[in-house]
């Protein structure tokens, strides 16, 4: 195993320090109050000024360095959060217990939970320029928000007169030699299905079918991908065989978070002896199924069924049909791609977690588009299907997207700047996924955004890992732009 000495020796070392000390201290998502307190005393300790405003998030200011000063004002921008994920045989409390990263060759991970470099690399070469004493840049701010991985609180939360900066640089993007320039809304959706029970038949045997080893990954970057929704996989199982096994459900659930692609789901139920042959085998036959259709996307799925003890209560029939019937029907993945970008996902719906209580079924999506239209037409196919299967449907928490803006320039500096240090062209894109710069523009709407970020792979997921090398080229291309940055006007 890699030690922390290693991975301080990487380079950059000022900000692969600063991850490793990012690692060390939990901070997922609403919890983030004990790396928060961490980076305002060190601040303090560098005569950095913090404000903490009323959400929580983190304003460090830091005068230009020597001959910088009539240089524009400059945000750089990362959030303090990270998605809590881990695999089902790993033992860890995101809250209490630190990550552990590693070197794998070319890359750095985390073992068996999510790393965090999402947005820990960001973060951490925030800090590490606020800790230097030799790199050049204008006036700056540093803003790291809170919970952006669970409903961007900070950046809803975020007021008007907080920043002075007039330029921002956003550091979630997550493949080396793309400018991001927009990106999509989204909206969560809550669907609440009504349950009914009934005591468990004595004669029945009770199973739980479990679903394990897919990818999951980012519901958003990693959506076009065709990777399997386990919450899906798990209701086409019961939409074709419940009837014919006389299958009596007493519990489904699967997926931890609305942003991430469901990797594992169960569902607990009986059957009647005479049936238990013949469950078998539908099992057997949908496992062949699944490993034909997701060889490639999904190479280590499996299906396993485990004899349970028998509850006390199932659902009642008409009750499970309906919930069924709407997991079965309910759309995931990508809905439509970009007519205008090519290659890019422009609408898509995460059918992320359900959940089963005692007097309903919850089920959790997060829907994404680049167009508040396709945002809609995703809703109203929601609500319909809410409404046909009898349930009720909340939409909370919408998030603008971030609207492309081809004349920035900043991004031109960027562009320019990338192509003089690697001497060929970076793709100017967007991104389908919820960076918190559309919320920005609310209060600051002349501010002048880009969004730029080292390569990371199935961000929001245990496999998560970040490049090395490209880590590097992502500090390289920060520190160059911030010393290309014009003076103010007169």
Not at 59 to 71: F, Y
Request: with cysteine.
């Amino acid at each position: 195993m890699t030690t922390a000495t290693e991975i301080n020796q990487l380079f950059p070392r000022p900000l692969w320090q600063w991850f490793e000390q990012i690692c060390a201290i939990p901070h997922p998502s609403k919890h983030e109050a004990a790396l928060s307190e961490f980076i305002q005393q060190w601040a303090k300790t560098r005569n950095l000024p913090v404000v903490v405003d009323h959400v929580g998030n983190l304003i460090i200011r830091k005068p230009a360095s020597a001959g910088m000063e009539d240089r524009k004002t400059v945000v750089i921008q990362a959030h303090l959060d990270m998605v809590p994920q881990k695999n089902a045989d790993k033992v860890h409390d995101f809250v209490t217990d630190p990550i552990q990263p590693w070197i794998d060759g070319e890359w750095v991970k985390a073992t068996g939970t999510t790393l965090g470099s999402d947005n820990g690399i960001g973060m951490a070469s925030a800090l590490a320029i606020l800790g230097s004493n030799d790199i050049k840049h204008g006036p700056l701010e540093v803003l790291l928000t809170v919970d952006e991985e669970a409903g961007m609180t900070g950046a809803f939360g975020l007021q008007a007169g907080m920043l002075d900066a007039e330029i921002l640089i956003n550091t979630d993007s997550e493949q080396e030699g793309e400018i991001y320039m927009g990106c999509a809304g989204g909206v969560d959706a809550e669907i609440t299905v009504p349950m009914q029970w009934q005591a468990a038949d004595p004669q029945h045997h009770a199973f739980t079918l479990n679903i394990a080893g897919l990818k999951g990954g980012h519901s958003g970057v990693n959506i076009h991908l065709g990777r399997g929704n386990a919450n899906k996989l798990i209701a086409r199982f019961l939409a074709g065989h419940a009837v014919e096994l006389n299958m009596a459900l007493s519990e489904f659930k699967g997926g931890s978070l609305r942003n991430a692609i469901p990797r594992e789901a169960q569902c607990s139920f009986t059957v009647p002896l005479h049936k238990v042959d013949l469950l078998n085998q539908r099992i057997s036959q949908y496992q062949s199924i699944l490993q034909a259709e997701l060889a490639t996307a999904e190479p280590t799925l499996k299906l396993s069924l485990n004899s349970a003890t028998l509850p006390a209560n199932t659902m009642q029939i008409d009750a499970q049909k309906k919930l069924i019937n709407l997991l079965n029907a309910c759309p995931n993945g990508v809905i439509r791609m970009s007519d205008e970008i090519a290659g890019v996902t422009e609408s898509s719906l995460n059918l992320g977690v359900v959940t089963t209580e005692a007097e309903h079924v919850s089920v959790l999506c997060l829907i994404r588009s680049l167009i508040d239209s396709g945002r809609e037409n995703i809703e109203s196919t929601l609500q319909s299907l809410s409404d046909l299967s009898g349930a009720g449907i909340t939409f909370s928490g919408c998030y603008p997207g971030w609207k492309p803006d081809t004349s920035s320039p900043v991004m031109a500096i960027v562009k320019e700047t990338y192509e003089s240090i690697y001497h060929k062209e970076p793709e100017i894109m967007v991104i389908h996924a919820g960076l918190e710069c559309g919320l920005f523009k609310k209060h600051y709407p002349t501010l002048d955004m880009v969004s730029i970020g080292p390569t990371i792979r199935f961000p929001h997921g245990p496999d998560e890992m970040v490049n090395i090398t490209t880590v590097g080229q992502y500090w390289t291309l920060l520190l160059a732009v911030l010393e290309r940055i014009p003076a103010k006007l007169a």
